[in-house]
């Protein structure tokens, strides 16, 4: 049974940082992990990056120059370092993995940011 599980969610001030960390297991390894992406109350799930199995990223541009995904193969964990968090960052945050055409999600990490 594959299964990601997010971690690194907390309560911060604005201007504060986070890293959020995802890790696979069941059957998917960390280089099927290609993206982040956020939930708020009342709205729709949104992108927030991708990165490639090289480590080819792209973010959206409400958090380009903040969000930097990376990865650690060895330690088989996909990162999202977060800078100069915003209040409107608050969210809760999935990871998304790809095997084929199937694609699997976390439980989600909530991430809240204070004015």
């Known amino acids: 049974q594959v299964l990601l599980v997010e971690s690194g969610g907390s309560v911060v001030q604005a201007g504060g940082s986070l890293r959020l960390s995802c890790v696979a297991s069941?059957?998917?390894?960390?280089?099927?992990?290609e993206g982040w992406y956020r939930q708020s109350p009342g709205k729709e799930r949104e992108w927030v990056g991708n990165i490639s199995p090289g480590g080819a990223t792209n973010y959206a541009d409400a958090v380009r120059g903040r969000f930097t995904a990376s990865r650690d193969n060895a330690m088989g964990t996909v990162f999202l370092q977060m800078n100069s968090l915003q209040p409107e960052d608050t969210a809760t945050y999935y990871c998304?993995?790809?095997?084929?055409?199937?694609?699997?999600w976390g439980q989600g990490t909530q991430v809240t940011v204070s004015s």
């Open positions: 069941g059957g998917i390894n960390s280089l099927a992990i």
């Open positions: 998304m993995a790809r095997l084929g055409t199937r694609t699997y």
